[in-house]
């Protein structure tokens, strides 16, 4: 995710969830995806486009803080079995990614 065609996914994405924030790049700051999350009462920590008019508010600090998460997830993908889902049902592939999370906390 991530691309500009990715933008639109966010409200479908979140439609499940229950959230008190999102934070995500620059490819998801929209009008669409800002309204989603106010109505929904849900923080949008998401950083302005350049070409954006009147630039939304942004909690800089907390966004600071996806990059610990956006490097945990790259690690782990480095790990064959979870970045090709070689694994059938959920039950194993959450054991492999639980596996691979305990080696990279291992570390």
């Known amino acids: 995710m991530g691309q500009a065609n990715a933008?639109?996914?966010l409200?479908?994405?979140l439609?499940?969830?229950q959230p008190e924030k999102v934070l995500a790049d620059t490819a998801y700051?929209?009008?669409e995806n800002r309204a989603y999350c106010?109505?929904?009462a849900i923080e949008a920590v998401i950083p302005?486009?350049?070409n954006r008019l009147e630039p939304a508010p942004v909690d800089e600090e907390?966004?600071?803080d996806r990059n610990n998460s956006e490097r945990f997830f790259g690690c782990l993908n480095q790990y064959r079995r979870l970045a090709t889902r070689y694994k059938k049902t959920i039950v194993s592939f959450l054991a492999f990614w639980?596996?691979?999370a305990a080696l990279d906390w291992l570390r």
């Open 48 to 50: 302005n486009r350049p």
């Open 29 to 31: 700051d929209s009008d």
């Open 15 to 17: 439609a499940d969830l």
């Open 7 to 9: 933008c639109s996914l």
């Open 98 to 100: 639980h596996i691979g």
């Open 62 to 64: 907390l966004y600071r």
């Open 38 to 40: 106010a109505q929904h």
């Open 11 to 13: 409200p479908a994405l």
